[in-house]
């Protein structure tokens, strides 16, 4: 018997078993993207969980122990991480996974981004992001370009297992095509509708699916509601008739429910993450909740 477990562990360090690759995403969002497209080939972890607002992450040390051992790091980009991943990246000492390097993708390569700001950029402006909007794992058709732009990378840099990623990413995408068929269905009767957001988050859902966004709850991107913008504001909705006010789960609703009470729209609390809410486990679980919430509302 002895003799038959030395031969055994003889035989498994002859043959170790391939490492899966350990990939770090900085949301919730990227990791079900990654652990779609990867499957059993990959081990991911998130930093920012998805009932957080992923613009304030503390760059907690154990972040950093996470990021020492990655193969990968995919980000959202387009500046979304830029008061955290940097200090986090150098902290991790990680050569891998540094900007340029071949263990770093910026998601956003993928996708056209919308509300590209022109003109003086400057803190009078609020916290705008000069890249474009980041929120775009909101529009189901940028989930596909992710998924597609993170097959690319695995297979780069993890060769033996490329037809697993194929498979996987066409597996992904087949759901994806069938799930789009749905929620554009159920999304057709709010078509030009009319909407309050209280930042700029749900604009690319808006986009995918035909509503408009009228005006935010906030002044500027990351300044709270004033007294003298929820007026303006409110009368702005109620004139354009204005359905819902949308409001991510972080955001304190009090400032969005003046504006409902003064116009006579609705405020609707919407998951904006994978792991915003209780069963939103997977990227199509998170369209699932949101196209339920805003046309139940």
Known sequence: MTRFFLALAMLFAAHPAAAAVKVVTTTQDLAAIVEAVGGSDVSVSYISRGDLDPHFVDAKPSFMVKLASADLV???????????????????????????????????????????????????????????????????????????????????????????????????????????????????????ANIVGYHSTFNYFAAAYGLHVIGFVEPKPGIPPTPAHTLEISQQAKDAHAKLVLVEPYHNPSGAQAIADASGARVVIVPTSVGSATGIDTYFDLFDHIVSTVTGA
């Open 74 to 192: 995919v980000c959202v980009g387009l500046e979304l991480e830029i008061g955290w991943l940097p200090s986090l990246l150098t902290g991790s000492r990680n050569p891998k996974v540094q900007p340029g390097a071949a263990g770093y993708l910026d998601a956003s390569a993928a996708i056209s981004p919308i509300e590209k700001p022109t003109g003086a950029i400057d803190r009078s402006r609020g916290d705008i992001h000069p890249l474009g909007n980041p929120h775009y794992w909101l529009d189901p058709e940028n989930g596909r370009k992710v998924a597609r732009l993170v097959a690319q990378k695995l297979t780069s840099i993890d060769a033996a297992h490329s037809a697993d990623y194929a498979k996987n990413l066409a597996t992904f995408e087949s759901t994806l095509t069938q799930k789009e068929s749905a929620w554009a269905a159920k999304m057709a009767p709010l078509k030009d």
